[in-house]
Structure formats: C-alpha cells, structure tokens
C-alpha cells in the first residue's frame, strides 16, 4: 500500500520557525494526543519519542529542532496534550498562561487548537498577536477568518487527494510519498525582542 502523506517533523520545524525567528524564545505547545491512558493534560517534551503515535512524536521533534537552534532545549517549552476538544485547548492554554513565566508564543498542533488558543487568549485579556503570538497546523480554510488569521502549516491536501487516486487507479506506482507544507503567515504572529 501507498501513501501520501507530509513530512510532520520538517513541517513542525517550519511552524516553530515561525516563532523563534520573530524573537519569541518563551515558547509553549498545544499537543496532540501522546498517551491514552492521559488525554489531556501537562507533558514534558524530553520523553515524548515514548508515544505510539508517529504524527504527534514527529511534530514535537520537528518543533524541539527549531527551538534548539536558539538555544532553548525541551525543558525550555512547556507543553499541554489536548484530546482534540476545545474544552481541552482551553485548559492548554489556561495552563501555559498560569505559569510562571507564561509563553509569549504558542505552537499548536492543529489549526482547531489555534484558533481555540485565540480565542481563549483574547477571553483571558491578552492581545493576540501583540503580546501572545499562535500558530496553527494543517492550513484548514477557517483558520483564515480567526481573529486575527491564524497563521499555519498548510497541508497539501488537493495533492495528497491527487496521489492517492492516481496510486488507486496504478498511474502512480504504490509508494510512501511525501508532500511538502507551506508555512503561511497571517496576523496571528507579530515580533518579540524580549
């Protein structure tokens, strides 16, 4: 069997980039299930490889890249796993500005995640993106009537649809095919100098 799918960690890599080269270097995740036996809840990135599920592992690598090459390692970023409910992206993100020294950038592994992280920002009182910037993941069209656009990864999705008939219907020989994501900016990110 085939498919065509997208290179998760080089994609995540290029949404954190997204962040630390506008200056943010207080960073926090909304995740993506890691366990199923804790669906929601606080998680620490060094121990992520652990998880069973390949597209969550790979994101937070690719996120962990980038944010290595400012410095910053994983006990650096804090992360919030969500089980795909906006109840739980709102904890995520009650959570991350709870701490301490709460992020001034959120990465989220979905595009639902951002715009809840948005929104939930905006509740809590904080301008997004003047002093909390988010980014997004998979390019869903709705992302870009956030308020403001949720800047994203977009996933291919027209070719991804293309590949797969063209491998149903044997004019594409039965292969791993991996598609490349676009970073798109959009008003959800704005520059950090702290």
């Avoid at 065509?4 to 962040?19: N, S, Y």
């Avoid at 080269?21 to 909304?30: C, F, T």
């Avoid at 649809?161 to 791993?176: C, D, F, K, S, W």
């Amino acid at each position: 069997r085939g498919s065509g799918a997208i290179d998760d960690e080089t994609a995540a890599a290029r949404a954190m980039a997204m962040l630390v080269e506008a200056g943010h270097r207080k960073l926090g995740v909304l995740s993506l299930a890691v366990s199923r036996k804790k669906p929601t809840g606080p998680l620490t990135l060094p121990h992520v490889g652990e998880t069973r599920y390949e597209t969550t592992a790979l994101r937070i690598k690719g996120y962990l890249a980038a944010a290595a090459s400012v410095g910053l390692r994983p006990e650096d970023i804090p992360a919030f796993q969500t089980d795909k409910s906006e109840e739980s992206a709102v904890a995520g993100v009650d959570w991350l500005m709870g701490l301490p020294s709460p992020p001034t950038a959120i990465a989220a592994m979905s595009d639902v995640n951002g715009m809840v992280a948005i929104s939930r920002l905006k509740a809590l009182g904080y301008r997004v993106p003047d002093d909390v910037s988010v980014v997004g993941f998979d390019g869903v069209p709705e992302a870009a009537y956030a308020a403001p656009p949720n800047s994203t990864i977009a996933q291919p999705a027209e070719e991804k649809g293309v590949a797969a008939v063209e491998m149903l219907l044997g004019a594409r020989p039965m292969t791993n095919l991996l598609l490349d994501a676009q970073p798109i900016v959009r008003g959800s990110i704005a520059p950090r100098s702290d």
